[in-house]
Every structure is written in C-alpha cells, then in structure tokens.
Nanobody, 119 residues
Framework: QVQLVESGGGLVHPGGSLRLSCAASRIAFSIYAMGWYRQAPGKQRELVAHITSGGTTAYADSVKGRFTISRDNAKNTVYLQMNSLKPEDTAVYYC?????????????WGQGTQVTVSS
C-alpha cells in the first residue's frame, strides 16, 4: 500500500516559518512529480507548489518568494519551506504524488497536516 505521510504542521504567528515534510513509501519516488496542495475551510483545494521528477519547480502566485518546494530522492521525501507566513495561509496542507507511465496514471494523496497562522 502506497503511503504519503505529511508532518511539520502546527500553529505559528504571522511572519513565522514552518517546514512541511512528506515521506513516501512503496512507490518509485524519483519518477513521481510531487505537489503540495492546501484547502482552507469553505474553499476548494488549490495547488501551492509543484516539483517535477527532474526538479523543476512552480508556485502559486500567492506564495511565490515565500515558499520553497524541494525533494530528496534518497529519502523519498518532499519538503515545503514556508516563510513569512500570513493568516491567509491557514489551511490543511496535502502532499500529492503523480506520474504517467505507459498511459497509466498513478495519483496518491497524503492525509493532510494542519497549518494555522494566527496571533
């Protein structure tokens, strides 16, 4: 059974930082594109940051310059460094692994980790 396990969420003051981790097991991690999504109460889930298997990154406009996604293929882990956090960053953050091999798509989600930015 494929598992994606997020950690690192919590309560932080505005302007603070958090580092989320997502550890993957039972997948060929290096061939997967990885993404961090978030969902705030009453809102749709949105893509925050994405990193391809080759290491190319992309960010939502709302987090550019503040968040950094990275991956360590040796540890089967993807990270999201979040700096200068704002109250509007409050959400459940989810890790996603996605790949397309021989016309077969594989898509997996973690259980989510809560991030709350509040004074």
């Amino acid at each position: 059974q494929v598992q994606l396990v997020e950690s690192g969420g919590g309560l932080v003051h505005p302007g603070g930082s958090l580092r989320l981790s997502c550890a993957a097991s039972r997948i060929a991690f290096s061939i997967y594109a990885m993404g961090w999504y978030r969902q705030a109460p009453g809102k749709q889930r949105e893509l925050v940051a994405h990193i391809t298997s080759g290491g190319t990154t992309a960010y939502a406009d709302s987090v550019k310059g503040r968040f950094t996604i990275s991956r360590d293929n040796a540890k089967n882990t993807v990270y999201l460094q979040m700096n200068s956090l704002k109250p509007e960053d409050t959400a459940v953050y989810y890790c996603n692994a996605n790949t397309l091999v021989l016309m077969t798509q594989s898509d997996y989600w973690g259980q989510g980790t809560q991030v709350t930015v509040s004074s």
